[in-house]
């Protein structure tokens, strides 16, 4: 199998993509990326809402200032080469930008931004499934919000916070955490967004609440509308995640992740609620490429 890594241009082989130890995004988290989705789709390999991630990636740049060199287009064509490359498969893409390895100290603006493009195949037994959902805490860490860091980038450093969610969510026996604002109401989980439904409606919070601008929460406020379900955005504190009828997590890496028990209550009888089980099996529907309205709209066929 070839495996390989786009480097600021060129094909490097996965073992020999490496930076110097002195990579400034290293040493401050100034990268910003993107994970997106290849799925082997009923017309063959394609890429889940391309353009939308690669829009995305260039908005972190810009939140961060960086000097972006390549255009939407030629991003969207190294993913592609990568994917093409690397072959068919279910991949999970990992384009990043970083400032690379010049001149240390906190300004990162004398070093050259650079850009890679991964993929591999993500391993689904991040969560543990207990009967198809997962187990959850409200984390004791507060969420980042814009006042320290900008939450709409997807950068290195916000995953920071989520490294320490997750980690005391394991460290309990848990399988992810949700994490409060300052405010004290929900934003988002480690890795995703957060959904709960409450008498037949469903909520997401808003971007505000400090939660990632989630194209897969999107993607589900979409097919919902679509499928005459009933949402809102709006804030919502712990004691609605306690009294929610049904909870879902979703993210490219994870996609539909119902939540069956949070803070030691058991979520909709421990089950998979039925709320749930229609848009995944909707998105499901629209991953695999069986509804053309959407194939035509999200999927990016690799050629
Ligand atoms: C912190 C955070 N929130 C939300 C999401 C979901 O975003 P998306 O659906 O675009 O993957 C992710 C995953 O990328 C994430 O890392």
Not at 75 to 81: N, T, Y
């Amino acid at each position: 199998m070839t495996r390989i890594i786009w480097m600021d241009g060129v094909i490097v082989d996965w073992d020999d993509a490496k930076i110097h130890i002195l990579t400034h995004s290293f040493h401050y988290g100034t990268a910003v990326f993107e994970g997106i989705r290849c799925y082997n789709a009923a017309q063959g390999l394609t890429i889940f809402r391309l353009d939308d991630h690669i829009q995305r990636l260039i908005d972190s740049c810009k939140i961060y200032s960086m000097k972006l060199t390549y255009s939407a287009e030629q991003i969207k064509k190294a993913v592609l080469e990568t994917v093409k490359i690397n072959g068919s498969e279910n991949y999970y893409v990992r384009p990043i930008v970083y400032y690379g390895y010049g001149k240390m100290g906190v300004n990162p603006l004398p070093n050259k931004v650079c850009m890679a493009v991964a993929a591999w195949i993500w391993d689904e037994s991040t969560y543990t499934n207990h009967g198809g959902g997962i187990r959850a805490i409200v984390s004791s860490w507060t969420r980042i919000d814009g006042r320290s860091l900008p939450v709409l980038a997807k950068a290195t450093a916000n995953y920071a916070n989520s490294v320490l969610a997750r980690i005391e969510a394991i460290n309990q026996g848990y399988d992810e955490a949700v994490l409060l604002n300052s405010y004290g109401r929900v934003a988002e989980a480690s890795a995703e967004n957060v959904f709960i439904v409450k008498d037949d409606r469903l909520i997401t919070p808003p971007l505000t609440a400090g939660a990632l601008r989630g194209i897969t929460r999107d993607s589900i406020l979409t097919l919902a509308r679509d499928i005459g379900l009933e949402s809102s955005i709006s804030d919502f504190g712990r004691e609605d995640l306690y009294l929610a009828d049904e909870i879902f997590l979703c993210g490219t890496a994870a996609g539909i992740k119902p939540v069956i028990e949070i803070d030691h209550r058991i979520v909709s009888g421990g089950k998979v609620g039925g709320l749930t089980k229609r848009l995944s099996n909707k998105f499901q529907d629209v991953i695999e490429g069986k509804d053309n309205k959407y194939s035509r709209m999200w999927l990016t066929p690799i050629r």
